[in-house]
């Protein structure tokens, strides 16, 4: 059987000769160094926050060398695209409902705002008329189509598409 600790007969005698309070002041003196350590790293730390200059520079340092740990070239490549940006680029393409009236008004909603309105429900005003004007179409389509309209005399009613708001 191996024993766990190897002193010499000389060691072993004066540790058991080794009074309580000596073998507790042994480790009492390395908690000590300790706490000193780490007042000293409180002191410190608390300078630095208190002090705007050296936070400005601690905080340099560190950033550095993050900077330099992870530092690599670029891996991709930024060009112009010389392609050409539409006014549909711009806009986002999503359902709408446009209303027109016999007095030549048009108004485009979008298709969320309406509801199924159920048995005995109240209606909600979809377009504010004026007097003795009626909806005449009702078209549920995108804001990207384009619609065309005329009236019975060939005139146009002056919309060219619902991209325009």
Same mark, same amino acid.
């Given at each position: 059987?191996a024993?766990?600790?190897?002193f010499?007969?000389?060691?072993?005698?004066? *540790?058991?000769?080794?009074?309580?309070?000596?073998?507790?002041?042994?480790?009492?003196?390395?908690l000590?160094?300790?706490?000193?350590?780490l007042r000293?790293?409180?002191?410190?730390?608390?300078?630095?926050?208190?002090?705007?200059s =050296?936070?400005?520079g601690? *905080?340099e340092?560190?950033?550095?060398a993050i900077?330099? =740990?992870?530092?690599?070239p670029?891996?991709?490549?930024?060009?112009?695209?010389?392609?050409e940006?539409?006014?549909?680029?711009?806009?986002?393409?999503e359902? *709408?409902v446009v209303?027109?009236?016999?007095?030549?008004? *048009? =108004?485009?909603?979008?298709?969320?705002?309406?509801?199924?309105?159920?048995?005995?429900g109240?209606?909600?005003?979809?377009?504010?008329?004026?007097?003795?004007?009626?909806?005449?179409?009702v078209?549920?389509?995108?804001?990207?189509a384009?619609?065309?309209?005329?009236?019975t005399?060939?005139?146009?009613?002056?919309?060219?598409?619902?991209?325009?708001?």
């Amino acid at each position: 059987m191996a024993e766990p600790f190897s002193f010499t007969e000389v060691q072993a005698t004066h *540790i058991l000769d080794m009074t309580l309070g000596r073998l507790t002041r042994l480790g009492r003196s390395e908690l000590e160094a300790e706490m000193e350590e780490l007042r000293a790293t409180i002191a410190e730390l608390e300078s630095i926050l208190s002090d705007d200059s =050296k936070l400005r520079g601690v *905080i340099e340092t560190e950033m550095t060398a993050i900077r330099d =740990k992870y530092d690599n070239p670029r891996r991709s490549v930024i060009t112009h695209d010389p392609g050409e940006m539409g006014v549909e680029d711009l806009i986002s393409d999503e359902e *709408i409902v446009v209303t027109m009236t016999r007095a030549g008004y *048009i =108004k485009s909603v979008a298709a969320a705002a309406f509801r199924t309105q159920g048995r005995g429900g109240r209606a909600s005003q979809g377009a504010r008329l004026k007097e003795e004007d009626l909806v005449s179409q009702v078209v549920h389509t995108s804001a990207h189509a384009f619609l065309l309209s005329s009236r019975t005399r060939g005139r146009s009613t002056g919309c060219a598409g619902t991209r325009s708001r």
